[in-house]
C-alpha cells in the first residue's frame, strides 16, 4: 500500500517550455503532498507544501511563479515548472502522506523527476 | 532549533561486516521518526515507522531502534544490494518534517 506514481520519470526541453510534472497517490487519499529538489549527492531541499484545495506553501527563496503548484484532488498535485532554463535543470521528487488513524503517517515518495532543461 | 542530524556521512563496509547508523534529533514533539532508503535516481523508499522511545522495527537485515534523543539503524551481515543512502526524518507535533542530509552506505563484495 502508499504507493505514489509521479510522471514523467525524464523530460529533456529547450529553454522557455514550460514543463508539468504529475505526482499522484495511488491507493489512498493524500491531504498533503510536498515537492523536493534534489541536487547531486545531496539531500532533499523542500520547495513547498501543498493541501488539497488550498494554495501552496512556498519555502523561503523558491519563486511562487517559477514553480506552480496545484493541488486539485485529493489523489493529484501537479508542479509545472514555467518559462525552463538550464538553471532549472535537477531531480524533482514529490511526496504525500494521508491522516488516516491516531498514528502519525510517514511521507510516501514518487520515484522523481529527471529535468533536463537544455 | 528543531533538527535531525545523520552520521556518518559515509560508510563503507565489507560484505558480512555489521555496523550501525546513527540519527539525532532534537524536536519539540516527535509524532514519528522515519527511515528511508534511497537508491540513486530515484525516490526514498519508507522502510519503518518509531513512535516512542524503546520501540524497535526489523525488517530483512535492517533493524531502527529508537531513544528519546536517537535512532539506530542497524545493519547486521550487510550485502552488497543493501549499498544506498539511507535517510532519516522526524515529524514534529506541530506537523513540520526534518529530515536528515543522509548517509551513504556501500557494501563491498
Known amino acids: 500500500g502508499a504507493v505514489v506514481s509521479q510522471h514523467p520519470s525524464w523530460v529533456i526541453c529547450k529553454s522557455g517550455t514550460s514543463v508539468k510534472i504529475e505526482c499522484r497517490s495511488l491507493d489512498f487519499q493524500a491531504t498533503t503532498m510536498f515537492w523536493y529538489r534534489q541536487f547531486p549527492k545531496q539531500s532533499l531541499m523542500l520547495m513547498a507544501t501543498s493541501n488539497e484545495g488550498s494554495k501552496a506553501t512556498y519555502e523561503q527563496g523558491v519563486e511562487k511563479d517559477k514553480f506552480l503548484i496545484n493541488h486539485a484532488s485529493l489523489t493529484l498535485s501537479t508542479l509545472t515548472v514555467t518559462s525552463a532554463h538550464p538553471e532549472d535543470s535537477s531531480f524533482y521528487i514529490c511526496?504525500?502522506?494521508?491522516?488516516?488513524?491516531?498514528?502519525?503517517?510517514?511521507?510516501?515518495f514518487g520515484d522523481g523527476t529527471r529535468l533536463s532543461i537544455l | 532549533e528543531d533538527q535531525v542530524t545523520q552520521s556518518p556521512e559515509a560508510l563503507r563496509l565489507q560484505e558480512g561486516e555489521s555496523s550501525s547508523l546513527n540519527c539525532s534529533y532534537t524536536?519539540?514533539?516527535?509524532?514519528?521518526l522515519f527511515w528511508y532508503r534511497q537508491d540513486p535516481g530515484k525516490g526514498p523508499e519508507f522502510l519503518f515507522t518509531l513512535y516512542s522511545a524503546g520501540e524497535e522495527k526489523e525488517k530483512e537485515r535492517l533493524k531502527a531502534t529508537l531513544t528519546k534523543k536517537e535512532s539506530f539503524l542497524h545493519i547486521t551481515a550487510p550485502k552488497p544490494e543493501d549499498s544506498a543512502t539511507y535517510l532519516c526524518?522526524?515529524?514534529?507535533?506541530?506537523?513540520?518534517?526534518?529530515f536528515g542530509t543522509g548517509t551513504s552506505l556501500t557494501v563491498i563484495p
Open positions: 526524518a522526524v515529524r514534529s507535533t506541530g506537523n513540520q518534517f526534518y
Open positions: 524536536v519539540s514533539g516527535l509524532r514519528g
Open positions: 511526496s504525500a502522506y494521508g491522516q488516516g488513524g491516531l498514528l502519525s503517517q510517514p511521507q510516501h
